[in-house]
């Protein structure tokens, strides 16, 4: 089940894995992306459940951190025409967002 942009939900043996799903873009980071990674860890964080959550990435890098390439197309995260950045609340930002978690998060990297 994934009701998220670019991500893989998973809850299995009580352990929610967040995948990080673009590997043709090394799992960079898109707006949309970045929105559902906070909404996946606040699901994440309500579910009963949910005991710890692992966040890792498709393919053969975990992350390589925001999509340049939408950046300089004018689409990306900071550019004056990305509306899913712009509507972002800072306070719903993944690192707020993990800081509040109240399970344990583990990255499993790969790269």
Do not use: W
Request: aromatic share 4%; with cysteine; hydrophobic share 40%.
């Amino acid at each position: 089940m994934s009701q998220y942009a670019d991500l893989l939900y998973d809850v299995n043996d009580h352990v929610a894995t967040i995948t990080l799903n673009r590997p043709d873009r090394l799992n960079a980071i898109s707006g949309p992306m970045l929105e559902s990674i906070s909404q996946a860890l606040r699901d994440s964080d309500v579910n009963d459940d949910v005991r710890v959550i692992v966040i890792t990435g498709a393919g053969r890098g975990f992350c390589a951190g925001l999509d340049l390439k939408d950046l300089a197309a004018g689409t990306g995260i900071g550019s004056n025409g990305n509306l899913a950045i712009r509507r972002f609340d800072l306070n719903a930002s993944p690192p707020i967002v993990l800081h509040n978690t109240d399970k344990p998060v583990i990255c499993s990297l790969n790269g």
